[in-house]
Nanobody, 117 residues
Framework: QVQLVESGGGSVQAGGSLRLSCAVS????????MGWFRQAPGKEREVVATIDRGYADAVKGRFTISKDNAKNMLYLQMNSLKPEDSAMYYC???????????????WGQGIQVTVSS
């Protein structure tokens, strides 16, 4: 069974940085079709960055997604954070697939990121 566990969230002032990590265990998941999503209170979940498609416009130039296949880890480096980046962040992965479809079936429990002005 695939499990995703996020870490590295917390509170930071505007302009600061955080690095989110996602530890993936199990098998039958696509290491290419992985990404980060976020959901703020009262808002719908939105994509932040995915390995195959890149970044949401709101985070381009500030966030960097990366993975370490040897360690089964996915990362999200977040720089120049803004209060509007505050949200619950989720790591997600598609099932074992040759081509990414955007159908994420495995999700982490989420981790809170709070950016104060």
């Amino acid at each position: 069974q695939v499990q995703l566990v996020e870490s590295g969230g917390g509170s930071v002032q505007a302009g600061g940085s955080l690095r989110l990590s996602c530890a993936v265990s199990g098998y039958a998941y696509s290491r290419t079709c992985m990404g980060w999503f976020r959901q703020a209170p009262g808002k719908e979940r939105e994509v932040v960055a995915t390995i195959d498609r890149g970044y949401a416009d709101a985070v381009k130039g500030r966030f960097t997604i990366s993975k370490d296949n040897a360690k089964n880890m996915l990362y999200l480096q977040m720089n120049s954070l803004k209060p509007e980046d505050s949200a619950m962040y989720y790591c997600a992965a598609e099932g074992a697939t040759k081509y990414c479809s955007g159908a994420y079936v495995y999700w982490g429990q989420g981790i809170q990121v709070t950016v104060s002005s």
